[in-house]
Structures are given as C-alpha cells and as structure tokens.
C-alpha cells in the first residue's frame, strides 16, 4: 500500500477555473494525447482515439452543434442515443481546453499529464457508454478548445485572462441550458503539490434544487471512487464537499460570489446564467501525484472512470 500525505482543501487546478474570477497559469495551445501512462496502466495516445466509443461518437456524424456562432467549433455538441431513447439529456463537462491545459503533471515514467487531455477523454468515453444506454448527450468539447469563443479581453498573451476563465466557464453552463439537460456533471483532475491525492466531489447546497446537488456528487464519490480502488489503486477519500469552500479567487467580485461558477446560483451584477439543472463537479485523482497521474492518463484508468460516472449518472436519473 502506498502512502501518501492527502489535503483537505483543493488546489488552483480545474476547481480554481470554475469558480471564475481566476488567472490560471495557462501555456500555449497543447495538442490532444501529449499524456503519457506508465507501468500497469498502458499505454495512452489520443484524447480521443484512446476511448473506442467516445472517439466513434465523435466522429460519427450524428453531432449537433447547439449554436455555432456563440461556441468555439467542437465545442457545446448534441448526441442522440445510440440505442433506445429514454427521453433524457445529460450534460457533460471536459474541464479546461485550448490555450487552457489545466492542472499539469507527470506519470511515474515522466511522461507530461494535461488535465484538459484526461478530461476530455474521460468525458467521450462516459458519453458513449450513455448513448448506449438511451440517453441524449451534450458535452462542453470534442477537441481541444476552449467552450466560448475568444475575444481580444479573454487572453493576454498565450493565457486566459480573469475575464477570460470567468466566460469559458460561464459558457457550459450556457450550454448546459441551452440543451435542456436534466443534469450536469463537470469532469476535472485537481493539481497540487506533489504528495497531494484523492478524489472528491463538490455541489452547490445554495440551489433549489441542493438536495439533488448533493444525491449526484454522492453517487459520483462512491461509485467513482469505489471503481478506482477496486483495481486496488489506493486513492484517498476526500469526500464530497461544499463549493463555497472550493476554489480560490483573485478578484473581489469572484471572492464575494464565493461558489464554483459551473455550479453556483445567479448573482446580480456578476454572474446572470447559472445552469438551472441538477449538477455536480468530481475531481476523481491529482495529475501532480505521480501514482494518479499515471492512472488518469492511461486508457484503462480513463475508463473505469468514465465507466462509473455513467453509473453514477444513470443512477441518479432513474
């Protein structure tokens, strides 16, 4: 058994970004399948080519852009059942994208982790499986790019201004909307020091609909969690959280606002278009924890996990 030091509170990875009034420490555009795996986990290519079912689904022409010219191309895509309709559309978030890798790691071997590249990843795959099982899907990206179109006032130089951050992020939840989705699920890795690990999940108890805030980041916890250590993988528990104390913000308006964007209530004069679905945000391993860094960027890793996020997902929603 591994031991390692684990931290309650969550770092300025994917969780930063959502709150929405943070500068992240974004690089130039990256490529999708720059992540590397190690040892047991195998080997790990194309954020999409890797996941046989959300690469297809990607590709298979029967996509939907929900609005082409308020969403970067790629971005904000319908998918209907592959088999069976149940009537239902799930939401689903790949944290971070374009100019935006997210959290940055390495696997044990020193191969470079991307948090945008997992994400994305993990997402087609649970996206396929759900279209298998009667649902319509709508995902934030099927490439590597950021969700909202870029004005000249979202980046500086190679990175995403706070303005930025505030509207890539804004823009899932517009998407989310837009789809009529019956609940959102945003997927993202947390980044912090090196001996930092576990998973956890945040929702929103501020909502109307808090008490099903919460019944959808257990399931994800405890079924996403459970999947991971049943490969006998060790992660820690770090539970499901509150998003008031998640996330960290640069701007007192952010500070205020005080709740991960994805998932918060509307605010006068900040924030006008919260999702009015159901939702939750997991954060199932750390890409700056070399043991999980290996996990999230292998293909086996990348489907347990988006495996038990479909379960979780159906779940709920029977």
Aim: aromatic content about 6%; charged content about 15%; overall charge negative.
């Amino acid at each position: 058994m591994r031991r390692r030091a684990v931290v309650v509170f969550v770092s300025c990875g994917a969780l930063a970004l959502a709150l929405g009034g943070v500068l992240l420490l974004v690089g130039t555009e990256h490529s999708p399948g720059s992540a590397g795996a190690a040892g047991a986990f195998g080997a790990s290519g194309s954020a999409v080519s890797d996941q046989g079912g959300g690469g297809e689904a990607a590709a298979s022409g029967a996509e939907r852009a929900i609005d082409h010219g308020l969403f970067n191309p790629g971005a904000c895509v319908a998918f209907p059942p592959t088999s069976g309709d149940r009537h239902q559309t799930v939401f689903l978030d790949a944290g971070h994208g374009g100019i935006d890798p997210g959290g940055v790691g390495s696997t044990e071997a020193g191969a470079t982790v991307e948090e945008s590249t997992v994400n994305l990843a993990i997402e087609l795959d649970a996206m396929a499986i759900l279209r298998s099982q009667g649902y319509s899907v709508v995902v934030s990206r099927t490439e590597n790019t950021t969700v909202t179109r870029l004005t000249a006032g979202d980046v500086d130089g190679s990175l995403l201004t706070t303005q930025g951050v505030f509207n890539d992020v804004s823009a899932r939840d517009v998407c989310a909307n837009m789809a009529g989705a019956s609940v959102l699920v945003g997927i993202y890795m947390d980044s912090g020091e090196p001996w930092n690990a576990g998973c956890l999940t945040g929702y929103d108890q501020d909502r109307p609909f808090s008490g099903d805030n919460l019944r959808l980041a257990t399931l994800l916890q405890d079924d996403v969690l459970g999947a991971m250590n049943a490969h006998g993988w060790d992660i820690p528990d770090e539970g499901v959280q509150s998003d008031t104390g998640l996330g960290s913000a640069l701007t007192a308006q952010a500070e205020a606002y005080g709740h991960l964007l994805l998932l918060g209530p509307a605010q006068a004069g900040y924030f006008e278009t919260p999702s009015q679905m159901p939702g939750a945000l997991i954060e199932p391993l750390f890409v700056t924890d070399p043991f999980e860094a290996s996990i999230a960027a292998s293909a086996q890793g990348q489907h347990v996990i988006a495996s038990a996020l479909a379960r979780a997902i159906e779940q709920y929603l029977t």
